[in-house]
């Protein structure tokens, strides 16, 4: 009988990323003596209250989410940082508690776990490996309500980039939440026209332009030339102006450099005026940088007809 209890018991944990609930081993045969003996030789455990990992400890962080929703019951939902991680819109703290929502009181008062009573719109939750997660749209309206504004404008700007999440995705979702306490923050972004860009750099960069009363760049715009494709990483197309911004690694990487080199040689010679911006330029010397840029703008040329739109 425990045999075969014990390959439902695989079965499902197989499922979840190597965990399972109380309540799935009671419904695979094992009561809670045949519990306690699977526990005490190591085939099963304990994670957090009434969930165990089966035949090892070494959960995946998938394993350690799975666990928190299953111990918060059926109608659970990750979210928060712990749903940002997964849909890799932010990088996992370790010392973070795992955030639920719940619609009652269930998770409460567990250790590691981290519950939010919450009204989720059921087109904003994901269902992925066994257990439900909210959306990324759902995920940043609520690490909107809590996150400052800079950080916030960073992460949600990266979301767009790598594709995570639209505008459309992130508009919609403030609409079907309207009392929800991230709502206006998420609103505010929005508002300002969002490009997305890829770097930390690239957003401070904008920023600081922005905030200059310069017209807003297409950024990284994908540029054709014979065979070989460029993204800058500011374009003004209709004056041929082109911003490279040199982070760190391009000092200490040959190979950047070299390729850099080579990108800026074929955006020179058709007619792009290419202005290069440091770290160090941009965060210790703004108004130098701006005044650089305004005179970039200033001599600029319309570009070669085959870069129009």
Same mark, same amino acid.
């Given at each position: 009988m425990h045999h075969s209890s014990d390959r439902r018991v695989a079965l499902v944990a197989g499922g979840q990323a190597g965990v399972i609930a109380s309540r799935q081993l009671a419904a695979c045969g094992l009561d809670a003596r045949a519990v306690k003996v699977r526990a005490d030789r190591g085939s099963l455990h304990p994670v957090? +209250?009434?969930v165990y990992g089966v035949g090892h400890t070494a959960l995946t962080r998938m394993g350690l989410f799975t666990a928190a929703v299953l111990a918060c019951w059926d109608d659970a939902i990750l979210g928060y940082h712990a749903a940002a991680?997964? +849909? $890799?819109? $932010?990088?996992?703290?370790?010392?973070h508690d795992v955030e639920v929502i719940?619609? $009652?009181?269930?998770?409460?008062?567990?250790?590691?776990? !981290?519950? +939010?009573?919450?009204?989720?719109?059921? !087109?904003?939750?994901?269902r992925r490996g066994g257990i439900r997660i909210t959306s990324p749209a759902r995920t940043i309206l609520d690490l909107a309500a809590t996150t400052p504004p800079v950080p916030l404008r960073r992460l949600v700007r990266q979301a767009l980039a790598d594709g995570r999440v639209s505008v459309r995705q992130l508009a919609d979702v403030a609409?079907? +939440?309207?009392?929800h306490r991230g709502v206006g923050a998420l609103r505010r972004l929005i508002a300002d026209g969002y490009v997305p860009t890829r770097s930390e750099m690239e957003d401070r960069a904008l920023d600081v332009i922005l905030a200059a009363g310069i017209p807003k760049p297409e950024i990284n715009p994908r540029l054709e030339f014979g065979e070989r494709w460029i993204r800058p990483d500011m374009f003004w197309r209709a004056l041929g102006v082109v911003i490279e911004l040199d982070g760190a690694r391009w000092h200490d990487d040959p190979l950047t450099r070299q390729d850099d080199a080579d990108k800026q040689a074929i955006l020179e010679a058709n007619g792009l005026r290419v202005l290069r911006i440091t770290w160090r330029q941009l965060v210790d010397h703004p108004r130098q940088t701006i005044a650089r840029v305004r005179a970039a703008l200033a001599r600029g040329a319309p570009p070669s007809p085959t870069l129009a739109r």
């Amino acid at each position: 009988m425990h045999h075969s209890s014990d390959r439902r018991v695989a079965l499902v944990a197989g499922g979840q990323a190597g965990v399972i609930a109380s309540r799935q081993l009671a419904a695979c045969g094992l009561d809670a003596r045949a519990v306690k003996v699977r526990a005490d030789r190591g085939s099963l455990h304990p994670v957090f +209250h009434g969930v165990y990992g089966v035949g090892h400890t070494a959960l995946t962080r998938m394993g350690l989410f799975t666990a928190a929703v299953l111990a918060c019951w059926d109608d659970a939902i990750l979210g928060y940082h712990a749903a940002a991680a997964y +849909h $890799r819109i $932010r990088p996992w703290d370790e010392l973070h508690d795992v955030e639920v929502i719940v619609p $009652r009181n269930a998770g409460r008062g567990i250790d590691g776990i !981290r519950a +939010h009573r919450s009204r989720v719109d059921p !087109r904003d939750v994901w269902r992925r490996g066994g257990i439900r997660i909210t959306s990324p749209a759902r995920t940043i309206l609520d690490l909107a309500a809590t996150t400052p504004p800079v950080p916030l404008r960073r992460l949600v700007r990266q979301a767009l980039a790598d594709g995570r999440v639209s505008v459309r995705q992130l508009a919609d979702v403030a609409d079907r +939440h309207r009392g929800h306490r991230g709502v206006g923050a998420l609103r505010r972004l929005i508002a300002d026209g969002y490009v997305p860009t890829r770097s930390e750099m690239e957003d401070r960069a904008l920023d600081v332009i922005l905030a200059a009363g310069i017209p807003k760049p297409e950024i990284n715009p994908r540029l054709e030339f014979g065979e070989r494709w460029i993204r800058p990483d500011m374009f003004w197309r209709a004056l041929g102006v082109v911003i490279e911004l040199d982070g760190a690694r391009w000092h200490d990487d040959p190979l950047t450099r070299q390729d850099d080199a080579d990108k800026q040689a074929i955006l020179e010679a058709n007619g792009l005026r290419v202005l290069r911006i440091t770290w160090r330029q941009l965060v210790d010397h703004p108004r130098q940088t701006i005044a650089r840029v305004r005179a970039a703008l200033a001599r600029g040329a319309p570009p070669s007809p085959t870069l129009a739109r």
